[in-house]
Each structure stands twice: as structure tokens, then as C-alpha cells.
């Protein structure tokens, strides 16, 4: 009987058969360069969080999740091109009402506000993002990433309070 594969063999299973994931996920869905991603997504995937449990038969167990993972990219965006409207070129309507100054001004603390979510701590950042730009809630980050919902609260928390102290739009709201 062969015995279950601790979770660093998962890695080195997927390291020897890449090649023959990628084609798996390649075959049944679009082009190379996507099986690519999700057979890179499930490896990092893997790293952040190992299984809990032996996997007896890991490259099975590596083709089940690429394949799942594949389909979730599918149906995200399924839903996306249901939300959004593919046009060819933006509308022109408010680039006559701008000021110059104004456009640069929000450029600017735009990419002041970018500069301090990627400072932030790793897992504040995540659970700030899955938050407040995916609109998960705090109980289906804590089930994403395998934290209690206190522990995403208290890092989105963590995150909200160093935007506040940091960004300036936010420093003048506080007062």
C-alpha cells in the first residue's frame, strides 16, 4: 500500500509533472498561458496553505485541484463579463468638466493610497483587499485564508488605522 505524501512531497510532485499539469489544465480549457497561471496558482496556493490532511495519491490530487481552480477563474470571469460592458474606447463625458490640477491631484493621492496598501503588513494587505475591492466578508476571508473572523478583523482593522494615519484625504476626514 503506498503510503500518503506529506504536504513538502505535493511540491515536488508538482515540480516533476509541471509540464503534464499544464497540459491537463490546458486541454480541457484555453491556452497554455492560463493553465500556466493555475497550475502557478495552485503551487502558491499549496505554500500559503498545505493540505491538513496526507494526500495518498498527490498528482491526482494536483490535477483535481488544477482542474477546480481553472473553473473558478472560468466562472469569475463569466460573472465580471456579466457586470462589466466591453466597449471600445471610454466615454468622453467629464474630460471637458476637469481641471488639470484636480485630475493631478487625484492621480497623485490615488497612488499615494496604493503606495501605502503595499506597504502594509502581508496579512493586513490581503484581508484589506478581499475586503474592501472583492467585498468578501470578514467570515469568508477568515474561511479563505484559514484565520478565525476576529484575526481578519483585527488585520483589516490594522489596515483601515494606518490608511487613517497615513493617507491624506483620510486625515482631514478624521478632523
Do not use: K
Not at 46 to 56: F, G, K, N, T, Y
Not at 117 to 127: D, G
Not at 141 to 149: C, K, L, P, Q, S
Request: glycine share 4%.
Amino acid at each position: 500500500m503506498q503510503s500518503a505524501a506529506p504536504p513538502s512531497t505535493l511540491i515536488d510532485v508538482l515540480a516533476q509533472h509541471y509540464d503534464e499539469l499544464v497540459d491537463h489544465v490546458r486541454r480541457r480549457f484555453r491556452d497554455r498561458g492560463f493553465a500556466r497561471e493555475v497550475v502557478h496558482e495552485v503551487c502558491v496556493e499549496l505554500l500559503e496553505r498545505p493540505p491538513s490532511q496526507a494526500i495518498h495519491t498527490p498528482l491526482a490530487f494536483l490535477r483535481h485541484v488544477s482542474t477546480h481552480r481553472a473553473i473558478d477563474w472560468c466562472r469569475a470571469d463569466q460573472a465580471r463579463g456579466a457586470v462589466f460592458e466591453s466597449v471600445a474606447e471610454p466615454p468622453d463625458i467629464h474630460v471637458h468638466l476637469e481641471d488639470g490640477a484636480a485630475a493631478l491631484d487625484f492621480r497623485q493621492q490615488l497612488e499615494a493610497l496604493v503606495a501605502i496598501v503595499e506597504a502594509l503588513p502581508p496579512r493586513a494587505r490581503q484581508c484589506f483587499l478581499l475586503h474592501r475591492i472583492h467585498g468578501m466578508t470578514h467570515e469568508a476571508i477568515a474561511r479563505e485564508i484559514g484565520v478565525t473572523r476576529s484575526m481578519v478583523t483585527q488585520h483589516y482593522n490594522r489596515a483601515m488605522d494606518r490608511i487613517a494615519l497615513q493617507w491624506e484625504p483620510a486625515r482631514s476626514l478624521r478632523g
